[in-house]
Nanobody, 118 residues
Framework: QVQLVESGGGLVQAGGSLRLVCAAS????????MGWFRQAPGKGREVVAT????????YYTDSVKGRFTISRDNAKNTVYLQMNNLKPEDTAVYYC???????????WGQGTQVTVSS
């Protein structure tokens, strides 16, 4: 079993920065695809960024390209999301996701709230 715990959310003014942290436990996740998703009020959950085991393959949704950076530290079983130049439309609950290779199983954290004021 994999447990994911997010932290780092909060209230920030537009243009500000936050760094989200996802700490994983239960088993090594070095081979897992890790990702950050978000869900705004009244909207569905959407992918924000993903990173594969090597750390060199990443994906970003268009709205965050150039502002957000996903990274991982496999030795610490931790994934980060550095968010710069935040906008009010980034307001959402952010969830950490872990997906093992060759499996449909996925794991989710409990989420952390990010609120960006204008």
């Amino acid at each position: 079993q994999v447990q994911l715990v997010e932290s780092g959310g909060g209230l920030v003014q537009a243009g500000g920065s936050l760094r989200l942290v996802c700490a994983a436990s239960g088993r090594p996740l070095s081979s897992y695809r890790m990702g950050w998703f978000r869900q705004a009020p009244g909207k569905g959950r959407e992918v924000v960024a993903t990173i594969y085991w090597s750390g060199t393959s990443t994906y970003y949704t268009d709205s965050v390209k150039g502002r957000f950076t996903i990274s991982r530290d496999n030795a610490k079983n931790t994934v980060y999301l550095q968010m710069n130049n935040l906008k009010p439309e980034d307001t959402a609950v952010y969830y950490c996701n872990a997906a093992p290779p060759f499996s449909s199983q996925e794991y989710w954290g409990q989420g952390t709230q990010v609120t960006v004021s204008s």
